[in-house]
């Protein structure tokens, strides 16, 4: 079957809008109304005008979708499409964590449930956590949760002090600063470019830092041709696009599987993505009570940023 031509003719049916992470196989990329890091998802799902919200990511992202339209029917090709650093953050025990620091200001990453959002006072992004930290009051002890490298990173960059969620992504946390030092050494052209959820010694190999969307729009503007990108690898197609003369590496974990993927993300296909529009299902939805209380810190979130 042609599963691109009949999304294509679904989307027209539903008045759906197909959004994508960076992270998604190529195909789903190419058929996908939006393609962006979670910031930018989270801002087009703000601002559509679509009645239908079709989710090309993993769960908390679907979830964020759904704070933000209520009203609006919101789809995900793979319910189980999940996210190992939301996953080692469970809400109950964030909430104690939480209880034994209740001066503290909150500040969760987005890759987290609504469970967690809930209990917050900002979330952020990889693209506007340096941003949005700078941004809370000085007198105030903050706690950041759930990745720990890229609150590390984070307090490199604003000098702020803060209590870690110990958690991190099970695919940047695999990357070998062993082999990345190799790697180096064989392409001394290469412009090595990392994603904070790194651990602090692959980042010390990194001559660029940023987002999944920094990073590509690095890769755009650099004069460098050749470049060795330590994130997930669904974002060199996105490069490709962007930059068909330039040569993009990706960056080996440290072992021999493709952990260099993300095994969540990769559940999507193009033939869920199809079936789960026709059927109308699964779809994502939260309990009102909630909804609202998650809606509060990622509304914040988008303000400040």
Known sequence: MDFEAGIRQLKRDLNAVILAHYYQESEIQDVADFVGDSLA???????????????????????TAKILNPDKLVLLPDLDAGCSLSDRCPPGPFKAFRERHPDHFVVTYVNSSAAVKALSDVIVTSSNAVKIVARVP??????????????????KQTGRDMVLWPGACMVHELFSEKKLVQLKVEHPDADVIAHPECEAPVLAQAHFIGSTKQLLEHTVTSAKQEFIVVTEAGIIHQMQLRSPGKTFIPAPPDNGCACNECPHMRLNTMEKLYRCMRDQTPRLDLPPALRQAAYAPLKRMLEWS
């Open 138 to 155: 000085a007198d105030r002890k903050i706690l950041f949760a759930p990745d720990q490298h890229l609150g590390r990173y984070v307090m």
């Open 41 to 63: 998802l989270a801002q087009q799902a703000e601002q559509t005008k679509a009645d239908v919200i079709v989710f090309c990511g993993v769960h908390f992202m679907a979830e």
